[in-house]
C-alpha cells in the first residue's frame, strides 16, 4: 500500500501494520490514507475473510502525530475518519494485535475492532484530557459500551496507562501473550475465523454490531433481513454437503 501501511495477504487473513516504528506508529495523514486505502481495496477481495491490525518494531500505536498535527496534517479520511477506520470499520472481522502501547487514537484504532490480543507489556490509555485534548475518535463513545461505566471514567477522566492485565480482567482486551507473541495468537484467531464462511462471517458481524440499537419489537425483523441472504447462499448449500460428505468445505462468498 504504502511505506507507512503494510499489508501481507496469507492463509485468507490480511495483516496490516501500521509501519512508523521511529515515532512509535503515530498516525499521521499518510498511515490513515494508507489502512483506509488497505480497506477499500482488501473488502472487495474473496481471498480475504479477516484482518489483524498491528504495529512494526514492538509497539501498537501511540495515537496521533501531534507534531504533524501542529503544522496542518490531520489524519482524517472522508467517511472513515481518525486512522482511515474508526467511524467505518470494516465489514469484515478485524483483530487488534498489540504490543507496546495502545494509546490515545493507538486505543481508539483498537476499540474499532472486534477482537484484542496484548502482550502482557502492552500499556492501554486515552491520555488527550493531559493535553488539552479530548478522546474523539470514538474512545469515550465505545469504551463504556466495552466495559462497566465507572472503569470506562477512570481511563478517560485520569488519562492515566492501564496494563492489557486490567483490561483483561473487565472484559476489553481477549487474550494476553508473553511479550512478542501478540501477533502470532492474533493470526492463530484470525485464521480460525476466516476459516469460517464469509458471508456468514459478515452477517453475524453487521448483527452483533448494529442489534444494540434495535428495539425489541423490531430485532428479529431487523436480523432476517440480514440473515435469511445467507441461509440461501450457495455457501449454505456447501456448508451442509461438506457436512454430510465429511470434508472441508471450500467457500465461494457466494
Request: include cysteine; hydrophobic fraction near 45%.
Amino acid at each position: 500500500m504504502s511505506d507507512e501501511v503494510l499489508v501481507d495477504v496469507d492463509g485468507g487473513v490480511a495483516v496490516i501494520t501500521i509501519n512508523r516504528p521511529q515515532a512509535r506508529n503515530a498516525v499521521n495523514g499518510a498511515v490513515a490514507r494508507g489502512i483506509a486505502a488497505a480497506l477499500d481495496e482488501l473488502e472487495e477481495r474473496k481471498d480475504v475473510s479477516a484482518y489483524v491490525l498491528t504495529g512494526a518494531g514492538g509497539t501498537f500505536c501511540a495515537g496521533m502525530d501531534l507534531k504533524g498535527f501542529l503544522t496542518g496534517d490531520f489524519p482524517v479520511v472522508e467517511g472513515r475518519g481518525f486512522g482511515g477506520i474508526v467511524e467505518a470499520p470494516p465489514k469484515k472481522p478485524i483483530v487488534a494485535a498489540i504490543e507496546g502501547y495502545a494509546l490515545a487514537g493507538g486505543c481508539e484504532l483498537a476499540l474499532a475492532c472486534d477482537i484484542i490480543v496484548a502482550s502482557e507489556e502492552a500499556k492501554f490509555g486515552l491520555p488527550e484530557p493531559k493535553r488539552g485534548l479530548v478522546a474523539g475518535a470514538g474512545g469515550i463513545m465505545r469504551l463504556p459500551r466495552r466495559i462497566p461505566y465507572h472503569i470506562a471514567m477512570e481511563i478517560a477522566l485520569t488519562g492515566d496507562h492501564f496494563p492489557a492485565s486490567r483490561l483483561y480482567e473487565v472484559g476489553l482486551v481477549n487474550h494476553v501473550t508473553p511479550a512478542g507473541e501478540a501477533l502470532a495468537k492474533a493470526l492463530e484467531l484470525a485464521r480460525r475465523i476466516a476459516a469460517n464462511a464469509p458471508l456468514a462471517l459478515a452477517a453475524t458481524k453487521r448483527v452483533i454490531v448494529e442489534s444494540a440499537d434495535w428495539s425489541g419489537d423490531e430485532m428479529f425483523a431487523r436480523q432476517g433481513e440480514i440473515i435469511n441472504p445467507v441461509f440461501g447462499s450457495k455457501d449454505a448449500m456447501e456448508g451442509a454437503a461438506a457436512f454430510a460428505e465429511k470434508r472441508a468445505p471450500e467457500w465461494k462468498g457466494e
